[in-house]
């Protein structure tokens, strides 16, 4: 499934409501998210490194230009949709890589997304308080 384009190999991410969609390509290691520099989007060190985890387990670190479409959700949730999506991205750039990041887990969709509100109550989990008379 090697999706190679003029932009280069092609990989979706999502996590809870964000959707990424992320092109690599051999270069010198620039990330462009949303037009703008990682640094520039990211302010956050925790979200740079979530989004660098792939490029660290294959040490690709440097290698890699990687130009980033992300919508939804905040930034947190981003960080993980470009997270999924740079790895199956990897995974078609070369399938060599797809053990190693399957084994770290980058290539499962995080499942796990904000429970909605019932009707009749304040909140999903959260209850009224009791009131014996």
Known sequence: MATATEKGFYGTGRRKEA????????????????????????????????????????????????????????????????????SRALCNYNPDFRPALKKAGFLTRDARAVERKKYGQPGARRRFQFSKR
């Open 19 to 86: 959707t990424a969609r992320v092109w690599i390509r051999p270069g010198t290691g620039v990330v462009i998210v949303n037009g703008r520099d990682i640094n520039v989007y990211f302010g956050r060190e925790t979200s740079k490194m979530i989004l660098n985890q792939p490029l660290d387990v294959l040490e690709q670190k440097g290698k890699i230009d990687i130009e980033v479409n992300v919508r939804g959700g905040g930034l947190s949730g981003q960080a993980g949709a470009i997270r999924h999506g740079l």
